[in-house]
C-alpha cells in the first residue's frame, strides 16, 4: 500500500517503451526543455495535456487547477506563467476547459463545499456577468455547458492582463493567448475563436503603462 508497485512498475514499461523508439530520449530531455506552449487547464482527471494533442514531454508546459482559473492573487498560476513567458519564452499559451466541469457544476449549485467555495466564487462572477445569456437556456447541461466556455473566454482575458504578457507583447516578443475546450465524450478538442496577439486587441481599461 505504501510503495505503489504498480505505479512503479507501470513506470518502468513506459520509460522502456518510449527507449525503444529513441534510445537517447531521456538523454536529450534532461539536458533542457524547450517548449513553445503553455497549457494551463483544469486539474480533472480525464484531461490530460500532453495526451489530448499528443505531446511528447518536453514538447509543452503545463499549469493545472479547478476549472482552469487564472486569478490575479494566485501566486502559483502566475508564477508558472512568468517562467513560461520570460524564460522558456513560448509562443503560445493555451486556455483549455472542458465540458461538464466539476468546478462549474459545483459553483452553479448553491451548495456549501467548503474551503472550495472561496475558489468557485471566481465562476460564480463570470455566471453572474453572463446571466441573461445563460438563463435562456433551457436545459441545465447546455448552461454547464455554455458557463464552462465562457469561464475559457475570461480566463484568455486574465492572462492578457497580467503584467507579464503585457511586457512581453511590449518588448515584441511573439506570444498568442488562445482558448480551447474539450469534450470528454468525444476526445475532441474546439478553437472558441478567442485568439490575443498584442496589446492593440485588449480594452484600454487593461492595458498598464
Known sequence: MRVLKNLFEKNKQWAGK?????????????????????????????????????????????????????????????SVIQYAVEILKVKHIIVCGHYGCGGIK???????????????????????????????????????????????VEQVANICHTTIVQRAWKSGQELAVHGWIYSIEDGILKDLDVCTTNLDEISQTHRIG
Open 18 to 78: 518510449i527507449k525503444e523508439f529513441d534510445p537517447d530520449f531521456f538523454t536529450k530531455l534532461s539536458k533542457q526543455q524547450n517548449p513553445e506552449f503553455l497549457w494551463v487547464g483544469c486539474s480533472d482527471s480525464r484531461v490530460p495535456a500532453n495526451e489530448i494533442v499528443d505531446m511528447m514531454p518536453g514538447e509543452i508546459f503545463v499549469h493545472r487547477n479547478i476549472a482552469n482559473l487564472v486569478i490575479h492573487t494566485d501566486l502559483n498560476c502566475l
Open 106 to 152: 459545483a459553483a452553479m449549485d448553491n451548495r456549501d463545499h467548503g474551503l472550495i467555495d472561496n475558489w468557485l466564487r471566481n465562476i460564480k462572477d463570470i455566471y453572474r456577468f453572463y446571466q441573461d445569456r445563460i438563463d435562456l437556456l433551457s436545459e441545465e447541461k447546455d448552461r454547464i455547458d455554455l458557463l464552462c466556455e465562457l469561464n475559457v
